[in-house]
C-alpha cells in the first residue's frame, strides 16, 4: 500500500509540472467548515499519503477532500499553532502546551520523554535538529539523542528578543523572526547574527509575524505587524512594500503563477512583482463562495498547488483548477442578480451575449461590469420583449436575432435596442410567441420553430422592413404533416434539408425542394426514450441526443449508429456544441465529449452544475457553458492530457453508528479488518485525496458478497453504508470512473471479515453434530428397547396363556381319567377278593395298583388346582376393623391384577377411588412399606408359592408375577428370600 503513496506523491509533482501557465482564481473559493469549535485555522501540512492536517484552535483536524476529522486528545487537545511533517508516520505539533509528536498511521500520541516549552508558534528541521520558537524562547531538540536545550536571548548568543514567532531555513542558513527583530543563525561561532530591516516610524518594535522563502526571485519575503519586507540575502538587503504599509501581515505563500499571496487581518492580497499590481481579496456577506473572513492566519500551497486560506472563520480553499475556470454572474454584470443560461453566444463583433430565464446580458469583456447590459422586460432603458431567452442567431448579414417567449426580436447596434416581431400564418390561426429556435437558410428565409405553433417560413427582409404583424410565407403544422406541433429545435443539414426536433414526438426531416415531411425512425435501442437534443456537425452528420446516448445519422442513406454515454445512469443531454472533431455533450451527469472520429467517449464530472448552454468560441479556442448564475469556461487542450488514476484510501470507518479506531493501525494504512456479528452496521468514508478537482471523480463500488452489480455514488459522496450485514468474508471493491465512464483497472479492495456469534462457530457446530448424533442414537435405543419389551410383553401374554392352557389341559385331562378310573377301581376291587388264580390275582392286583397311583396323581393335580384358585381368589374373610379392610381390598386388588406390569399407585387410586397421597400413607402406616415395595412383596410371595409346584419355568412366573427383567426379578427375589428363583424349588 505505501507503494500507492509514493505513486501519489509522483502523481502530484508531475501533475504541478504540467499545469504551469494556468491561472488560480480568488474571486471563488470552497469553505471549509471543520466543527461548531473549531474556528481560527493556524496551519497546515500534507502527509505522504496526500491527507491536508490543519491546527486549529480547537486542537488536530484532518481532511481528505469530502469532509474533515477531528483527531483530539490530552495531548492534541491544545490550541495547535504549526505542525511539521517528519517523516512517513509522524507529525510534530507545535502547541500552546508544548510540542507533541503524533504518529498517524496509528492515530495516537506518543511521549517524548522531555518537557517542551508552552506556548509553541514555529517549528522546522534542519540536519536532524528540531528547532523551535515559542513565547518562552528558542530551544533546539536533538531528534536523535532526545535532548532539549534552551538558546537565551542575550548579547552572548546575539538572539534580538526571546519571543520567537517564525523560523526558516534558505540556502542552509536559519532566519529567525521575533517579536523585536530578525537574524540569521551562524553556525561556525554558534551565535546569531542581527538583519537590519528599514525602520517603521509608527512602530517601536519590528514584530515579525511570518517568513517565506522564495527560491524564485531568490529572496525572503518578511511579514511584519506593519508591512512587508523583501530581504535579499546575496545583498544582504532589505525593502519595504510600500503596498502593505499598515497591515498586519500574518501569512505568506507562493501560488502557482508565482504570485506573492499575501493573509493579512485585512483580507488577502494577491502581488505580481512583475507588474508591481497588487489584488485586494476580502469577504462579502452576499457571496457564500467568497472569502471566508478577512483574518488569515496561514496560507498553505499543497502539491497541487491549490491554495489553502486559514482564517479566523475556518477554511477557503482556492483550487488551481487546470480544467475549466468558473465566472460568477456578478463579475460580468456587477450586481447581484442572477439568471439561469439557456442560449450563449458571441457575437462577430467579440460582444457576449447570455440569455436565460431573467434576460439577456449584454457583455463586451466578461471582466469589465461597467460596460454589460442587461435587457429585460419592463426595463426603462432596456427593453426586452420576454425574459425567457431560448436562442441567439447571428445570420448571414451578421445581424443578431434572439428567440423567446415572446417570439423573436432583432438587435439593432446603434440603437442598443431590441426590434420586437409578431408572425402569423394566412389564417391567422397560429403565432410564434413562443420561439424556441431560428436559423437562416441559403435563400434569406428565417425558419423559426415555435411550441404550438409549428415551424414558420418568413423573408428576412420584407420581415425587417414590415410594422405590425407579419404574415407568414409558409407555416408547417400537423396539418401538412408534421409530428407534433411543439417544436423544440430545428437544424439545415448539407442539402438545405430541415431536420426537426418535438417535445416527446420523435424527429422529422423536411425536404425543401419537393416539400416533403418524414418522420424518422431512430435506433430501437431508443424507442422508449424521447430524443432531447439535435445538431448538424461540420461534416453533415446529425446528431440526435438521448437520455442514454446519441445517434449518429448519415441524412443521405439515413443510416444511424448508436454511442451510449453514460453506462450507470440516465442523463438527459442540456446542451451539444461542435468543437473541430469533437462535440462537448452538457448533459445531467456530468459533460461528455465524444471525438466524431474514433467515437472515443470522455467525460468530465463537474460537481453541482447543470449546463443548460453551451458555445464555442474559435477566437479564444475556448467553450463555454451557461449554468445557474455562473459561466464555465473549458480549455479543449485539456483533452490531450493523459489520464491518472490516483490511488483510493479508506479514510473513515464508522460502526454502529461510531467512529471505529483500530488498536495498532489507522484505517487509512488498512486492507483488512475484522469485526464481531454484533458490528454488521458499516459505514465507510473514502478518498482519493485529490483537491484540485472541482470536477468531483465518480465512484462506483460493490461488495462481493451482497452487491451483484455496481452501485454508482452521487459526486461530492465518499460514503457507503451497509446495514445488517451478516457474518462471513466479504470483498469492498471501491472505483473511480475513467474518462470513458468505465470503472478503473486499479480498484482499492477493502477485505471485511464479520465472525459468527460462538452458536455458529466450528466449535458449536461440532457439538451440534455431536448431540444431533447422540440424539439420533438415544431414539435409535429407545424404540429398540420400546420394541424389545413389546417382544417381551407378547411372549409373556403367550407365555401366560400356554401356562394357562396347560393347567385348564391337566385339569381336563384329570376330569376326564377320573371317572373312567374309578369305573375301573370299583368292580376290581369288588373283583380281587373272589379271584383264587395267584397269577390272575396277581395281574389284577398290578392293574390295581397302577390304576390307584393314576387316581392319586389326578386327585393331586386337583388339589393344586383348587390351591391356584384359593390363593388367587382371597377367601371371604370377616373384618373387623376399617384399616384391615383397607388392607383386604389393596391386596385383592393386587393380586387380581398381580400380572400387570403397571401396577402402580396411580393403579391403585383409580381402582379403588382413593386418594394416592391416602392410599400411600395407609400402607405405610399398616405394613411399614411403601405402596411400590407392598406390591412387590405380593408379587415374589406368590412367585415362591408358583415356583414350589414345579409346574412352571422361572420365566413363566416372572410373567404371571408382573416382571419384565429377569435380573431384576432375580435380584428382587434373592433379596425377599436369600435364595435365587431357580434354587428355591429345589431346597
Given at each position: 500500500?505505501?507503494?500507492?503513496?509514493?505513486?501519489?506523491?509522483?502523481?502530484?509533482?508531475?501533475?504541478?509540472?504540467?499545469?504551469?501557465?494556468?491561472?488560480?482564481?480568488?474571486?471563488?473559493?470552497?469553505?471549509?467548515?471543520?466543527?461548531?469549535?473549531?474556528?481560527?485555522?493556524?496551519?497546515?501540512?500534507?502527509?505522504?499519503?496526500?491527507?491536508?492536517?490543519?491546527?486549529?484552535?480547537?486542537?488536530?483536524?484532518?481532511?481528505?477532500?469530502?469532509?474533515?476529522?477531528?483527531?483530539?486528545?490530552?495531548?492534541?487537545?491544545?490550541?495547535?499553532?504549526?505542525?511539521?511533517?517528519?517523516?512517513?508516520?509522524?507529525?510534530?505539533?507545535?502547541?500552546?502546551?508544548?510540542?507533541?509528536?503524533?504518529?498517524?498511521?496509528?492515530?495516537?500520541?506518543?511521549?517524548?520523554?522531555?518537557?517542551?516549552?508552552?506556548?509553541?508558534?514555529?517549528?522546522?528541521?534542519?540536519?536532524?535538529?528540531?528547532?523551535i520558537g515559542s513565547l518562552k524562547g528558542l530551544f533546539r531538540y536533538h531528534l536523535q539523542n532526545h535532548t532539549l536545550e534552551n538558546i537565551p536571548a542575550n548579547e552572548s548568543s546575539g538572539l534580538p528578543h526571546q519571543t520567537i514567532y517564525s523560523i526558516i531555513q534558505s540556502d542552509h542558513t536559519l532566519y529567525i523572526g521575533t517579536y523585536n527583530g530578525f537574524c540569521k543563525y551562524v553556525p561556525g561561532t554558534g551565535k546569531f547574527e542581527k538583519i537590519a530591516l528599514p525602520s517603521d516610524f509608527k512602530r517601536s518594535n519590528q514584530f515579525i509575524n511570518v517568513l517565506l522563502e522564495d527560491t524564485l526571485r531568490k529572496c525572503i519575503w518578511i511579514g511584519t505587524e506593519g508591512t512587508?519586507?523583501?530581504?535579499?540575502?546575496?545583498?544582504?538587503?532589505?525593502?519595504?512594500?510600500?503596498?502593505?504599509?499598515?497591515?498586519?501581515?500574518?501569512?505568506?505563500?507562493?501560488?502557482?503563477?508565482?504570485?506573492?499571496?499575501?493573509?493579512?487581518?485585512?483580507?488577502?492580497?494577491?502581488?505580481?512583482?512583475?507588474?508591481?499590481?497588487?489584488?485586494?481579496?476580502?469577504?462579502?456577506?452576499?457571496?457564500?463562495?467568497?472569502?471566508?473572513?478577512?483574518?488569515?492566519?496561514?496560507?498553505?500551497?499543497?502539491?497541487?498547488?491549490?491554495?489553502?486560506?486559514?482564517?479566523?472563520?475556518?477554511?477557503?480553499?482556492?483550487?488551481?483548477?487546470?480544467?475549466?475556470?468558473?465566472?460568477?454572474?456578478?463579475?460580468?454584470?456587477?450586481?447581484?442578480?442572477?439568471?439561469?443560461?439557456?442560449?450563449?453566444?458571441?457575437?462577430?463583433?467579440?460582444?457576449?451575449?447570455?440569455?436565460?430565464?431573467?434576460?439577456?446580458?449584454?457583455?463586451?469583456?466578461?471582466?469589465?461590469?461597467?460596460?454589460?447590459?442587461?435587457?429585460?422586460?419592463?426595463?426603462?432603458?432596456?427593453?426586452?420583449?420576454?425574459?425567457?431567452?431560448?436562442?441567439?442567431?447571428?445570420?448571414?448579414?451578421?445581424?443578431?436575432?434572439?428567440?423567446?417567449?415572446?417570439?423573436?426580436?432583432?438587435?439593432?447596434?446603434?440603437?442598443?435596442?431590441?426590434?420586437?416581431?409578431?408572425?402569423?400564418?394566412?389564417?391567422?390561426?397560429?403565432?410564434?410567441?413562443?420561439?424556441?429556435?431560428?436559423?437562416?437558410?441559403?435563400?434569406?428565409?428565417?425558419?423559426?420553430?415555435?411550441?404550438?405553433?409549428?415551424?414558420?417560413?418568413?423573408?428576412?427582409?420584407?420581415?425587417?422592413?414590415?410594422?405590425?404583424?407579419?404574415?407568414?410565407?409558409?407555416?408547417?403544422?400537423?396539418?401538412?404533416?408534421?409530428?407534433?406541433?411543439?417544436?423544440?429545435?430545428?437544424?439545415?443539414?448539407?442539402?438545405?434539408?430541415?431536420?426537426?426536433?418535438?417535445?416527446?414526438?420523435?424527429?422529422?426531416?423536411?425536404?425543401?425542394?419537393?416539400?416533403?415531411?418524414?418522420?424518422?425512425?431512430?435506433?430501437?435501442?431508443?424507442?422508449?426514450?424521447?430524443?432531447?437534443?439535435?445538431?448538424?456537425?461540420?461534416?453533415?452528420?446529425?446528431?440526435?441526443?438521448?437520455?442514454?446516448?446519441?445517434?449518429?445519422?448519415?441524412?443521405?442513406?439515413?443510416?444511424?449508429?448508436?454511442?451510449?454515454?453514460?453506462?450507470?445512469?440516465?442523463?438527459?443531454?442540456?446542451?451539444?456544441?461542435?468543437?473541430?472533431?469533437?462535440?462537448?455533450?452538457?448533459?445531467?451527469?456530468?459533460?461528455?465529449?465524444?471525438?466524431?472520429?474514433?467515437?472515443?467517449?470522455?467525460?468530465?464530472?463537474?460537481?453541482?452544475?447543470?449546463?443548460?448552454?453551451?458555445?464555442?468560441?474559435?477566437?479564444?479556442?475556448?467553450?463555454?457553458?451557461?449554468?445557474?448564475?455562473?459561466?464555465?469556461?473549458?480549455?479543449?487542450?485539456?483533452?490531450?492530457?493523459?489520464?491518472?488514476?490516483?490511488?483510493?484510501?479508506?479514510?473513515?470507518?464508522?460502526?454502529?453508528?461510531?467512529?471505529?479506531?483500530?488498536?495498532?493501525?489507522?484505517?487509512?494504512?488498512?486492507?483488512?479488518?475484522?469485526?464481531?456479528?454484533?458490528?454488521?452496521?458499516?459505514?465507510?468514508?473514502?478518498?482519493?485525496?485529490?483537491?484540485?478537482?472541482?470536477?468531483?471523480?465518480?465512484?462506483?463500488?460493490?461488495?462481493?458478497?451482497?452487491?451483484?452489480?455496481?452501485?454508482?455514488?452521487?459526486?461530492?459522496?465518499?460514503?457507503?453504508?451497509?446495514?445488517?450485514?451478516?457474518?462471513?468474508?466479504?470483498?469492498?471493491?471501491?472505483?473511480?470512473?475513467?474518462?470513458?465512464?468505465?470503472?478503473?483497472?486499479?480498484?482499492?479492495?477493502?477485505?471485511?471479515?464479520?465472525?459468527?456469534?460462538?452458536?455458529?462457530?466450528?466449535?458449536?457446530?461440532?457439538?451440534?453434530?455431536?448431540?444431533?448424533?447422540?440424539?439420533?442414537?438415544?431414539?435409535?435405543?429407545?424404540?429398540?428397547?420400546?420394541?424389545?419389551?413389546?417382544?417381551?410383553?407378547?411372549?409373556?401374554?403367550?407365555?401366560?396363556?400356554?401356562?394357562?392352557?396347560?393347567?385348564?389341559?391337566?385339569?381336563?385331562?384329570?376330569?376326564?381319567?377320573?371317572?373312567?378310573?374309578?369305573?375301573?377301581?370299583?368292580?376290581?376291587?369288588?373283583?380281587?377278593?373272589?379271584?383264587?388264580?395267584?397269577?390272575?390275582?396277581?395281574?389284577?392286583?398290578?392293574?390295581?395298583?397302577?390304576?390307584?397311583?393314576?387316581?392319586?396323581?389326578?386327585?393331586?393335580?386337583?388339589?393344586?388346582?383348587?390351591?391356584?384358585?384359593?390363593?388367587?381368589?382371597?377367601?371371604?374373610?370377616?373384618?373387623?376393623?376399617?384399616?384391615?379392610?383397607?388392607?383386604?381390598?389393596?391386596?385383592?386388588?393386587?393380586?387380581?391384577?398381580?400380572?400387570?406390569?403397571?401396577?402402580?399407585?396411580?393403579?391403585?387410586?383409580?381402582?379403588?377411588?382413593?386418594?394416592?397421597?391416602?392410599?400411600?400413607?395407609?400402607?405405610?402406616?399398616?405394613?411399614?412399606?411403601?405402596?411400590?415395595e407392598y406390591i412387590r412383596s405380593i408379587r415374589l410371595k406368590k412367585a415362591a408359592m408358583l415356583l414350589s409346584q414345579n409346574k412352571f419355568t422361572v420365566s413363566e412366573v416372572m410373567y404371571m408375577v408382573g416382571f419384565s427383567s429377569p435380573s431384576y426379578f432375580s435380584k428382587c427375589f434373592q433379596a425377599e428370600f436369600g435364595k435365587s428363583p431357580k434354587k428355591y424349588p429345589e431346597e
Amino acid at each position: 500500500m505505501h507503494g500507492k503513496f509514493l505513486y501519489g506523491f509522483l502523481f502530484s509533482f508531475l501533475f504541478v509540472f504540467c499545469l504551469h501557465g494556468q491561472k488560480a482564481d480568488y474571486h471563488t473559493f470552497e469553505n471549509i467548515v471543520l466543527s461548531a469549535d473549531a474556528s481560527a485555522i493556524n496551519c497546515f501540512a500534507q502527509d505522504y499519503q496526500g491527507l491536508i492536517w490543519m491546527g486549529s484552535n480547537r486542537g488536530l483536524y484532518s481532511y481528505d477532500g469530502f469532509s474533515a476529522q477531528a483527531h483530539t486528545s490530552i495531548e492534541t487537545n491544545n490550541q495547535v499553532y504549526c505542525i511539521l511533517i517528519l517523516n512517513k508516520s509522524h507529525l510534530c505539533l507545535g502547541t500552546d502546551n508544548g510540542v507533541f509528536f503524533y504518529n498517524y498511521q496509528t492515530d495516537q500520541s506518543e511521549p517524548s520523554g522531555v518537557v517542551f516549552p508552552t506556548d509553541v508558534r514555529t517549528m522546522t528541521v534542519c540536519d536532524s535538529i528540531l528547532w523551535i520558537g515559542s513565547l518562552k524562547g528558542l530551544f533546539r531538540y536533538h531528534l536523535q539523542n532526545h535532548t532539549l536545550e534552551n538558546i537565551p536571548a542575550n548579547e552572548s548568543s546575539g538572539l534580538p528578543h526571546q519571543t520567537i514567532y517564525s523560523i526558516i531555513q534558505s540556502d542552509h542558513t536559519l532566519y529567525i523572526g521575533t517579536y523585536n527583530g530578525f537574524c540569521k543563525y551562524v553556525p561556525g561561532t554558534g551565535k546569531f547574527e542581527k538583519i537590519a530591516l528599514p525602520s517603521d516610524f509608527k512602530r517601536s518594535n519590528q514584530f515579525i509575524n511570518v517568513l517565506l522563502e522564495d527560491t524564485l526571485r531568490k529572496c525572503i519575503w518578511i511579514g511584519t505587524e506593519g508591512t512587508l519586507y523583501k530581504y535579499v540575502p546575496a545583498q544582504n538587503r532589505a525593502e519595504a512594500l510600500n503596498h502593505f504599509r499598515n497591515n498586519s501581515v500574518k501569512s505568506l505563500a507562493i501560488d502557482p503563477n508565482e504570485n506573492l499571496l499575501v493573509g493579512t487581518d485585512n483580507g488577502l492580497y494577491v502581488y505580481d512583482e512583475e507588474s508591481n499590481s497588487v489584488q485586494h481579496i476580502v469577504h462579502d456577506s452576499r457571496n457564500d463562495k467568497s472569502l471566508s473572513n478577512n483574518i488569515i492566519w496561514s496560507i498553505f500551497s499543497d502539491r497541487e498547488r491549490n491554495s489553502w486560506l486559514g482564517t479566523d472563520y475556518n477554511i477557503s480553499l482556492a483550487r488551481y483548477n487546470k480544467a475549466f475556470q468558473f465566472i460568477p454572474i456578478s463579475r460580468i454584470t456587477g450586481i447581484g442578480n442572477g439568471n439561469r443560461f439557456h442560449a450563449l453566444f458571441r457575437d462577430s463583433r467579440k460582444n457576449f451575449w447570455l440569455g436565460g430565464t431573467n434576460g439577456l446580458i449584454f457583455a463586451p469583456s466578461l471582466n469589465h461590469p461597467e460596460t454589460s447590459i442587461w435587457y429585460r422586460m419592463g426595463d426603462s432603458n432596456y427593453p426586452i420583449s420576454h425574459n425567457r431567452i431560448r436562442q441567439i442567431y447571428e445570420d448571414k448579414d451578421h445581424q443578431l436575432w434572439i428567440a423567446s417567449d415572446g417570439s423573436i426580436s432583432r438587435y439593432d447596434y446603434p440603437e442598443k435596442q431590441f426590434v420586437h416581431y409578431s408572425i402569423i400564418d394566412s389564417t391567422h390561426t397560429y403565432n410564434s410567441n413562443w420561439a424556441y429556435d431560428l436559423f437562416e437558410d441559403d435563400r434569406g428565409r428565417l425558419w423559426i420553430a415555435t411550441c404550438l405553433g409549428g415551424i414558420f417560413v418568413v423573408d428576412k427582409q420584407r420581415l425587417m422592413q414590415s410594422t405590425g404583424v407579419y404574415v407568414a410565407e409558409r407555416n408547417y403544422t400537423v396539418q401538412d404533416g408534421l409530428s407534433g406541433s411543439f417544436v423544440n429545435r430545428i437544424a439545415p443539414d448539407k442539402k438545405g434539408n430541415v431536420w426537426v426536433l418535438f417535445y416527446k414526438n420523435g424527429v422529422n426531416k423536411i425536404d425543401v425542394q419537393e416539400n416533403k415531411i418524414t418522420k424518422i425512425l431512430l435506433d430501437a435501442e431508443n424507442e422508449n426514450n424521447q430524443p432531447d437534443y439535435i445538431l448538424c456537425d461540420n461534416e453533415g452528420f446529425i446528431w440526435i441526443g438521448f437520455p442514454n446516448g446519441l445517434i449518429r445519422m448519415d441524412p443521405e442513406n439515413n443510416q444511424s449508429k448508436f454511442i451510449r454515454l453514460n453506462l450507470f445512469n440516465t442523463c438527459e443531454i442540456l446542451s451539444m456544441v461542435e468543437e473541430g472533431r469533437h462535440l462537448w455533450i452538457s448533459t445531467t451527469e456530468g459533460v461528455w465529449i465524444v471525438d466524431k472520429q474514433t467515437e472515443k467517449v470522455q467525460n468530465l464530472n463537474i460537481v453541482n452544475n447543470l449546463f443548460t448552454a453551451g458555445f464555442y468560441d474559435p477566437t479564444s479556442g475556448k467553450i463555454y457553458l451557461g449554468a445557474s448564475d455562473e459561466l464555465a469556461l473549458f480549455s479543449p487542450s485539456l483533452l490531450q492530457e493523459s489520464e491518472i488514476n490516483a490511488p483510493v484510501i479508506l479514510t473513515a470507518l464508522y460502526v454502529n453508528g461510531e467512529l471505529y479506531h483500530p488498536e495498532n493501525l489507522s484505517v487509512r494504512y488498512l486492507n483488512e479488518i475484522k469485526l464481531n456479528y454484533k458490528q454488521n452496521n458499516l459505514i465507510l468514508e473514502f478518498s482519493d485525496l485529490q483537491y484540485y478537482n472541482e470536477q468531483g471523480n465518480k465512484f462506483v463500488y460493490r461488495l462481493e458478497g451482497i452487491d451483484t452489480k455496481w452501485n454508482i455514488l452521487k459526486q461530492q459522496t465518499n460514503r457507503i453504508s451497509y446495514q445488517n450485514v451478516e457474518y462471513g468474508k466479504y470483498r469492498l471493491i471501491i472505483s473511480k470512473l475513467d474518462s470513458s465512464g468505465e470503472p478503473s483497472d486499479t480498484p482499492f479492495v477493502f477485505m471485511i471479515r464479520i465472525t459468527p456469534p460462538w452458536y455458529y462457530t466450528t466449535a458449536a457446530k461440532c457439538i451440534y453434530i455431536l448431540l444431533i448424533a447422540g440424539l439420533l442414537l438415544w431414539i435409535f435405543i429407545f424404540f429398540r428397547m420400546r420394541n424389545n419389551l413389546r417382544i417381551e410383553r407378547i411372549e409373556r401374554e403367550k407365555t401366560l396363556e400356554f401356562s394357562n392352557l396347560k393347567i385348564d389341559f391337566y385339569n381336563n385331562v384329570s376330569h376326564e381319567f377320573k371317572t373312567p378310573l374309578n369305573l375301573i377301581i370299583n368292580p376290581l376291587r369288588k373283583l380281587l377278593p373272589d379271584i383264587k388264580d395267584n397269577n390272575k390275582k396277581i395281574q389284577l392286583e398290578s392293574v390295581m395298583q397302577n390304576a390307584l397311583n393314576l387316581n392319586e396323581l389326578i386327585q393331586q393335580q386337583l388339589k393344586q388346582k383348587i390351591t391356584f384358585e384359593t390363593l388367587t381368589t382371597l377367601k371371604p374373610v370377616e373384618i373387623t376393623s376399617p384399616d384391615e379392610k383397607f388392607l383386604s381390598e389393596m391386596t385383592g386388588i393386587i393380586e387380581d391384577r398381580i400380572s400387570d406390569l403397571d401396577l402402580n399407585v396411580n393403579s391403585l387410586s383409580i381402582l379403588s377411588g382413593m386418594g394416592s397421597k391416602q392410599i400411600y400413607r395407609k400402607i405405610k402406616q399398616l405394613t411399614g412399606k411403601s405402596p411400590v415395595e407392598y406390591i412387590r412383596s405380593i408379587r415374589l410371595k406368590k412367585a415362591a408359592m408358583l415356583l414350589s409346584q414345579n409346574k412352571f419355568t422361572v420365566s413363566e412366573v416372572m410373567y404371571m408375577v408382573g416382571f419384565s427383567s429377569p435380573s431384576y426379578f432375580s435380584k428382587c427375589f434373592q433379596a425377599e428370600f436369600g435364595k435365587s428363583p431357580k434354587k428355591y424349588p429345589e431346597e
